[in-house]
């Protein structure tokens, strides 16, 4: 079974920084796509209102939202099946729970479309 865990959430006030990391875990052959999506708080209940942050692609290609581009950056460790996500110049609109996700997983020789992790919370404020 693969796991992803999320850390590096917290408070942090407008134009301030943050780095979240999330590491899959389990028998893991390969992980081809991870990515970073976000859920305004208020919404975190429903299906499907989860925005496209940030992701990394099998080749290194990565997709980033729009209004990220210039201030995120994600990168990605394969050894460690790690994913980062550098977060700068935060704003107020970037409140949100931050999810990890991982794509088409070979693991225990089963292939997985994708796994969740449980998210971690950013709140920009002052």
């Known amino acids: 079974q693969v796991q992803l865990v999320e850390s590096g959430g917290g408070l942090v006030q407008p134009g301030g920084s943050l780095r979240l990391s999330c590491a899959a875990s389990?028998?893991?052959?390969?992980?081809?796509?991870m990515a970073w999506y976000r859920q305004a708080p208020e919404k975190v209940r429903e299906e499907g209102e989860r925005?496209?942050?940030?992701?990394?692609?099998?080749?290194?290609?990565?997709e980033y939202a729009a209004s990220v581009k210039g201030r995120f950056t994600i990168s990605r460790d394969h050894a460690k099946n790690t994913v980062y996500l550098q977060m700068n110049s935060l704003e107020p609109e970037d409140t949100a729970v931050y999810y990890c996700n991982a794509g088409e997983i070979i693991a225990d020789a089963t292939e997985y479309d994708e796994v969740w992790g449980q998210g971690t919370r950013v709140t920009v404020s002052s």
């Open positions: 925005e496209l942050v940030a992701a990394m692609y099998r080749y290194r290609d990565t």
């Open positions: 389990g028998n893991i052959f390969s992980i081809n796509n």
